[in-house]
């Protein structure tokens, strides 16, 4: 009993520190975003700016936080929990070689043939040759980030196998920061300012990279590159990798999807779905991925042990702690969409009809937002165990659903982006079932009676706090505000909503809330 409370408050210490440094940087990349609207307002500039920096942030999620990191931990972890300081960091030195020489070749190779590379990914954006030629040259300042970045994510995925996670949850700040110092103080002098912006995301990854470096010294695994790509450890790296990319990339992939379709959308578009994915990413990195950091190292520690009641144990938790958090986020998301939207973007080039727009794609996303959340929680449940084909199966069905469901809501019945976004939820939705459907059938997740008092306990609680909300919601008209009043107001609503949710929590479980958790 003391061993499963002490391993309760190690898993819950974890999550707070990473999900405390994620809030900062979800804050900062707010400020980002704010900045960044507020400069070039839902213009073609904008639109090529996000949709160009989604196209390294893919690959990044593919060969450095996402499908990289799955591969690399529990491996890893092998390594490291049999105790060879010498064949661990042999194992990380030949890693690093290969990663580097690699992406080397790969951005050279993107570089080359950037116009190819942006006909791929943003269709529209060749009905314009301004759009063309503008989107060819911000893809080449840019791309070279994912380099730097994906070399960044090795350090932290290093620094998390040993319980190291605050430089690598706080890591993101200096990308946001440099763009903010970018979009106030030198962008706006420029005659095409989203040059300097994206002159930024390269500085803001040579940065990122630098303080990697002193995190990595205190634990004494600066790796030096060796390129041995048949060393047993890389070649079990790679094959665990390649289906990654395609299952741990799902939810990249099919943000990409919906990139492709948005650009062949209305101008503004990409940027009102751009605004609604990244108010979506608040909650997720600051719960579901902080989690899911935590988990997949702890999870392929308790494989490596054999421990399969513990196991159980702590996926059981993490799917309560993400259903605590996703499924009140999901309802004020929902709710309070054009307030939200309004509060923080509603200024400079960006108009109220913006505004508008980006609520409605908005509240779709938030119902899928327990999905995506979950998914976060559930994808470690496998690699963890070095088990690949059920998330690339489940993979290969959600890519093929978005597509599908995004040209049907979009193109045919006319919900322009409102139907990309309602394609991702579904997607999102019917992944999760899937998922959760094989790990009943492995044994990870156990059934339990859907009436139980944890769940009672969410559902009157959510209900108590869609009630507040749109009671709320109908004295206050955000339009005719003034800036500082939409914020106030607003403000005085999340946090009033905050309390009265987990009033409710306390109310129906008293004390015995941790204890249904943990």
Known sequence: MNQEIKNTSNLFNSIKKVSGWTSISRVFGLLRDIATTGLLGASYLHDIFVVILKIPNLFRRFFAEGAFNQAFIPVYSEYFNKNNDLSSKEFLNSLFGTLLSFLFVFVVIVLIFSPAVVFIFAPGFYSDPQKQILSVEILRIMFPYLALISLVAFASAIQNTHSKFSIPAATPIIFNLCLIITAYIIAPSHQVPVYPLAWS???????????????????????????????????????????????????????????????????????????????????????????????????????????????????????????????????????????????????????????????????????????????????????????????????????????????????IYGYGHIGIAIGSAIAALISVLILEFILIKDGVVKLVNPLNRFNLTLLLSCLVLSVYLIWFNQYFSFQEMNALNRILILSAEVVSAILLYFICIKVFLGNKLRQLIS
């Open 201 to 411: 995301v390269l500085v803001a990854g040579i940065l990122q990279l630098v303080i990697q470096i002193a995190p990595l010294a205190a634990i004494d695994r600066i790796p030096i590159p060796r390129l041995n790509f048949y060393h047993p450890g890389v070649r079990k790296v790679l094959m665990v990798m390649l289906p990654a990319i395609f299952a741990g990339g799902i939810m990249q992939i099919n943000i990409l999807v919906d990139t492709i379709f948005a650009s062949l959308l209305e101008t503004g578009s990409p940027t009102w779905l751009y605004i609604s994915d990244r108010l979506i990413q608040l909650p997720m990195g600051i719960f579901a991925i902080a989690i899911g950091t935590v988990l997949l190292p702890l999870l392929s520690k308790i494989d490596f042990k054999n421990n399969k009641i513990q196991f159980i144990d702590n996926v059981r938790k993490s799917q309560r702690l993400v259903l605590l958090i996703g499924l009140p986020s999901c309802i004020g998301i929902y709710f309070c969409s054009e307030a939200i939207i309004a509060a923080i973007f509603y200024r400079g080039e960006f108009t109220y009809i913006d505004v508008i727009k980006t609520s409605l794609s908005l509240k779709v996303l938030a119902l899928g937002l327990p999905f995506f959340m979950l998914m976060k929680i559930l994808i470690p449940s496998f690699f963890s165990r070095k088990l690949t084909r059920a998330p690339v199966i489940v993979a290969a069905i959600s890519l093929i659903l978005n597509i599908l469901l995004n040209y049907v809501f979009a193109f």
